[in-house]
Antibody
Framework: QVQLVESGGGEVQPGGSLRLSCAASGFTFTSYAMHWVRQAPGKGLEWVAFIQSDGTVRHYGDSMEGRFTISRDNSQNTLYLHMSGLLSEDTAMYYC?????????????WGQGVMVTVSS | ERVMTQSPATLSASPGERATLSCRASQSVNTNFAWYQQKPGQAPRLLIYGASTRATGIPARFSGSGAGTEFTLTISSLQSEDFAVYYCQQYNNWPLTFGGGTKVEIK
């Protein structure tokens, strides 16, 4: 079955950087687009970033553009999110999610999430 | 950016009752629209996509309707496991956007 396991979260100071990873298994990783979605404590869902199956097309949420970079290593079945210039408002649970298809843009499987806390 | 507005924020209902949740888009999203369910401490789960197509394994008591700017999720007879938060999402335009959520709680 599909498994998505995030790692790399933790506490970081404002202005700092962090790289999240998502190890995927149970499906043909190279055939599906992937996403990151975040959820601040007690708040709703906020879409973060998208990457096409071959990595050639990427899109970002407005507040992440220029600070976050989504990437993937198809040889390792791993998705990444590099975050820099972190702000307190980036504090959230970050979920890795699989697209329903090559770029159908609905998210049919989600990891359990990894917590990122930005605090001095 | 397409702003998605869900109503009500909280819906109180009893098991066995029918629940109707709404989502409005600030501009048309055609039928490029999905619903998700999230229970406390869990990741979201895809319920409906294409405005009305149930995702794999979703019970028939969940149904979606609508197009353009107005969408509805109906739960025909609430079960205990349905008390959760529900989010709508549009995927017609970048950036993808979610609604603020509707919490379905036990009355």
């Amino acid at each position: 079955q599909v498994q998505l396991v995030e790692s790399g979260g933790g506490e970081v100071q404002p202005g700092g950087s962090l790289r999240l990873s998502c190890a995927a298994s149970g499906f043909t990783f190279t055939s599906y687009a992937m996403h990151w979605v975040r959820q601040a404590p007690g708040k709703g869902l906020e879409w973060v970033a998208f990457i096409q199956s071959d990595g050639t097309v990427r899109h970002y949420g407005d507040s992440m553009e220029g600070r976050f970079t989504i990437s993937r290593d198809n040889s390792q079945n791993t998705l990444y999110l590099h975050m820099s210039g972190l702000l307190s408002e980036d504090t959230a649970m970050y979920y890795c999610a699989k697209d329903l298809g090559v770029a159908w843009l609905m998210l049919d499987h989600w990891g359990q999430g990894v917590m990122v806390t930005v605090s001095s | 950016e397409r702003v998605m507005t869900q109503s009500p924020a909280t819906l109180s209902a009893s098991p066995g009752e029918r629940a109707t949740l709404s989502c409005r888009a600030s501009q048309s999203v055609n039928t490029n629209f999905a619903w998700y369910q999230q229970k406390p401490g869990q990741a979201p789960r895809l319920l409906i996509y294409g405005a009305s197509t149930r995702a794999t394994g979703i019970p028939a008591r969940f149904s979606g309707s609508g197009a353009g700017t107005e969408f509805t999720l109906t739960i025909s007879s609430l079960q205990s496991e349905d008390f959760a938060v529900y989010y709508c999402q549009q995927y017609n335009n970048w950036p993808l956007t979610f609604g603020g959520g509707t919490k379905v709680e036990i009355k």
